[in-house]
T-cell receptor
Framework: SQELEQSPQSLIVQEGKNLTINCTSSKTLYGLYWYKQKYGEGLIFLMMLQKGGEEKSHEKITAKLDEKKQQSSLHITASQPSHAGIYLCGARRLVFGQGTRLTINP | KAGVTQTPRYLIKTRGQQVTLSCSPISGHRSVSWYQQTPGQGLQFLFEYFSETQRNKGNFPGRFSGRQFSNSRSEMNVSTLELGDSALYLC?????????????FGDGTRLSIL
């Protein structure tokens, strides 16, 4: 079965700094989703990447898919307190990583 | 468009009892999936329904069951509750089951077992 490993597991950054979260798959990635979750709430769909080399952006969040490395990265530029939360990657719709807890310090 | 609605939001039960959770998908969505989320195990897939048929099932004991109705609404049932069943139960819906169909999640039902 496919497994997704996210790194780092938690991240604390100062407001305004850039950051990157990685998601590595144990099997070939045919597509990947990124979600954000606020504690105790549901997941909010951010982006879907379907092809190797694909890159998508939403506001200050950019995600890329590297099929050869079986990896996806999520990059946040000039982080803001509103970016705080748990970021999860998902593959094949039903498999998710453990999540990365992001804290933004003012 | 209304999002995915889960009821109730919070539930407290004791060991041995049973519980039923409800999920109303986004209008037009025919696929509903259920997940269990705990701090230690993360987000674990329970089952997926499409057009009233269970399409996929995760690695959970038979105490966990579900169903989907003709209007795509879904219910999940857990019998003989155990302390380890305490978790956030999330429901997600999508138009179909293809890999190009992102799921949209409800806010979950937080189940606490005493």
């Amino acid at each position: 079965s496919q497994e997704l490993e996210q790194s780092p597991q938690s991240l604390i950054v100062q407001e305004g700094k850039n950051l990157t979260i990685n998601c590595t798959s144990s099997k070939t990635l045919y597509g990947l989703y990124w979600y954000k979750q606020k504690y105790g709430e549901g997941l909010i769909f951010l982006m879907m990447l379907q092809k190797g080399g694909e890159e998508k952006s939403h506001e200050k969040i950019t995600a890329k898919l590297d099929e050869k490395k079986q990896q996806s990265s999520l990059h946040i530029t000039a982080s803001q307190p509103s970016h705080a939360g748990i970021y999860l990657c998902g593959a094949r719709r039903l498999v998710f990583g453990q999540g990365t807890r992001l804290t933004i310090n003012p | 468009k209304a999002g995915v609605t889960q009821t109730p939001r919070y539930l407290i039960k004791t060991r041995g009892q049973q519980v039923t959770l409800s999920c109303s998908p986004i209008s037009g969505h025919r696929s509903v999936s259920w997940y269990q989320q705990t701090p230690g195990q993360g987000l674990q897939f329970l089952f997926e329904y499409f057009s009233e048929t269970q399409r996929n099932k995760g690695n959970f004991p038979g105490r966990f069951s579900g169903r989907q109705f003709s209007n795509s609404r879904s219910e999940m049932n857990v019998s003989t509750l155990e302390l380890g069943d305490s978790a956030l139960y999330l429901c997600a819906s999508s138009y179909g089951t293809g890999s190009d169909q992102p799921q949209h999640f409800g806010d979950g039902t937080r189940l606490s077992i005493l």
